[in-house]
C-alpha cells in the first residue's frame, strides 16, 4: 500500500511469486532505511533485524536468478522501443543502460548473494534466535546487548556496510518495480454491493494489480487472485475489535492492471 499526493491511498496485490518477493524485498529496503535515519539502540536493533529478514529472502537458492530472468525481460521489452517515434528516447536509453549495468553485475557476481555475510557471527546468532518471541532480548542474545553498547557511528557502521551488500539486489528490486508500476493501465470501476469480480486476459503477463481509492474512503480491498481472474471485496471495519464486513453498498474505484 502506498499513499499518493493527491490523497489517494494505492492497494496493490501481486501476481505472481515473483512480484510477491520483489513487494517483500521493497518494504524490508524501505523499513530499513527509514530505521537508519535514527542513531537510537532500538532503531538500530529494528535495522538489523530488517536486515536479517533480507538475508532470509534473499537467501533463496532462486533468487538471483529471479533478479537476471527479470532485468533480461525488461531489457527485452525497452529494446523494442527504441523505434517507437513516441517514446522519449534519453530517458528510455538511460534506463536501458542502468538495465543492462545491473543484469552485468548479476551475471558476473560469483557465489550467491550476501555471500560476505555468511561468516559473520553475530548476525548468524542473531538469526538463529529471530524466529524466537522475544528470543534476542538481553540474556538470550549477549552478543548483540554488547554491539547495542557501542557508539552511534559504529553501530551505523556496521550496518550501512552489511546493508550494502544487497545494492544489487535492492536497485533490481526497485527498477523492476518502478517499470512494472509504470506499465499500468487504468479503468474506473464499480463494485456492486461491494463485489467486483474479473477475468484476466488470456496470454497476458500480468505482473500486478493496483486498486485507488480515496484517502478518506470508508473501505479497504480484499483481492483473491488466481491465474485465470480474480475477484475484489471492499471491507469496512467498525473498529478494531469489530470482524470486517463486506459493505453494500457500491463502491467506484480505480483499477490498474501492471502487465509489463
Not at 69 to 87: D, Q
Not at 103 to 115: H, K, N, V, W
Not at 198 to 210: E, I, N, V
Not at 217 to 229: D, F, I, K, T
Request: proline residues 5%; glycine residues 6%; contains cysteine.
Amino acid at each position: 500500500m502506498s499513499r499518493l499526493p493527491n490523497s489517494t491511498v494505492i492497494y496493490e496485490q501481486p501476481l505472481n511469486e515473483r512480484m510477491r518477493a520483489f513487494l517483500r524485498l521493497e518494504h524490508l529496503f524501505h523499513r530499513v532505511e527509514h530505521e537508519l535515519g535514527n542513531t537510537d539502540p532500538w532503531s538500530n536493533r529494528t535495522a538489523l533485524e530488517t536486515i536479517i529478514s533480507i538475508m532470509t529472502i534473499v537467501s533463496r537458492a532462486d533468487l538471483k536468478a529471479e533478479l537476471m530472468s527479470e532485468l533480461k525481460r525488461h531489457a527485452g521489452t525497452l529494446e523494442g522501443l527504441e523505434h517507437n517515434p513516441h517514446v522519449d528516447l534519453e530517458r528510455l536509453h538511460t534506463i536501458l543502460g542502468k538495465t543492462r549495468s545491473l543484469l552485468e553485475g548479476l551475471r558476473t557476481r560469483e557465489g550467491p548473494l550476501g555471500a560476505e555475510l555468511k561468516d559473520n557471527e553475530l548476525l548468524g546468532s542473531i538469526r538463529q534466535r529471530a524466529s524466537i518471541p522475544a528470543g534476542t532480548c538481553a540474556f538470550d542474545a549477549p552478543g548483540l546487548h554488547f554491539w547495542l553498547q557501542g557508539s552511534d557511528d559504529h553501530r551505523l557502521g556496521d550496518l550501512r556496510r552489511w546493508l550494502a551488500t544487497y545494492d544489487a539486489v535492492r536497485d533490481t528490486v526497485f527498477l523492476c518495480l518502478s517499470l512494472v508500476r509504470e506499465s499500468a493501465s487504468a479503468t474506473r470501476e464499480t463494485a456492486v454491493a461491494g463485489y467486483f469480480q474479473q477475468s484476466l486476459a488470456k496470454g497476458s503477463t500480468y505482473q500486478m494489480l493496483r486498486i485507488a481509492l480515496p484517502a478518506d474512503a470508508p473501505w479497504y480491498p480484499e483481492v483473491s487472485a488466481g491465474p485465470h481472474r480474480f475477484t475484489i471485496r471492499f471491507l469496512m471495519q467498525a473498529n478494531e475489535n469489530a470482524r470486517p464486513q463486506q459493505g453494500g453498498e457500491n463502491v467506484e474505484f480505480d483499477l490498474l492492471y501492471c502487465v509489463l
